[in-house]
């Protein structure tokens, strides 16, 4: 194999699901293809979660001797405090008819979650164009907030965008002047999972801000 490819290789592994034994965990953050009887899988390695999902079927039916994989998703870094959704809901709120954004990050090493606002290039009601943070060394973007002013909470065309090449949660507030509405996704590398809710602890103590 060329220079290149052995990188490639390297960087972005495609791997055999063993029949007798659980498939060797990844050794870091990354990706990797596994390749399974029932599919080709994508993992997805980050401190805060893992993630498996089925990338695509085969096409004809054929025995591939390999083991079988399973969708999962795993949450290392546990319950997103809720205290750090309403911080967000008042930042969204003062910052009323504009739009605004923030990070949820977690660190690795102390398990602490902390909110980090995005500074705005421009920012105005409808749009919101912002410079990525610097995190500190351990950490790693859990979710990424943005308010819609007074509209309603969802993914729009820009948000698709956006969210492309994360991993990530994606957090949208809308209607910012009351108990505002939610829109939340898992962004895993283009595919979007939208959240039939949010947590319960999330809506109970975003219901109890007094307005
Ligand atoms: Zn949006």
Request: glycine content about 8%; some cysteine.
């Amino acid at each position: 194999m060329n220079p290149v490819d052995n990188v490639l290789q390297g960087s972005f592994p495609s791997v055999m699901v063993p029949t007798r034994e659980l498939v060797a965990p990844m050794s870091g953050p990354g990706e990797r293809l596994l390749i399974a009887s029932n599919g080709v899988f994508l993992e997805i390695d980050r401190p805060w979660i893992r993630l498996v999902r089925r990338l695509g079927s085969f096409d004809w039916h054929t025995p591939v001797p390999y083991g079988q994989a399973q969708e999962l998703t795993e949450l290392r870094c546990g319950a997103i405090p809720a205290v750090l959704v309403v911080e967000f809901a008042r930042l969204a709120r003062a910052a009323l008819p504009n739009e605004v954004g923030a990070w949820i990050v977690w660190d690795a090493v102390t398990g602490r979650f902390r909110m980090e606002r995005l500074a705005s290039l421009s920012h105005g009601p409808g749009h919101l164009h912002y410079e990525r943070p610097q995190l500190r060394e351990g950490e790693w973007l859990v979710v990424d907030c943005h308010s819609h002013g007074h509209g309603r909470a969802y993914f729009s065309s820009t948000d698709d965008r956006d969210d492309l090449h994360d991993v990530k949660l994606a957090l949208v507030l809308g209607n910012c002047d009351r108990t505002p509405s939610i829109a939340l996704r898992l962004c895993a590398k283009g595919r979007f999972e939208v959240q039939a809710g949010a947590p319960a602890h999330w809506l109970s103590a975003l219901a109890g801000e007094v307005v």
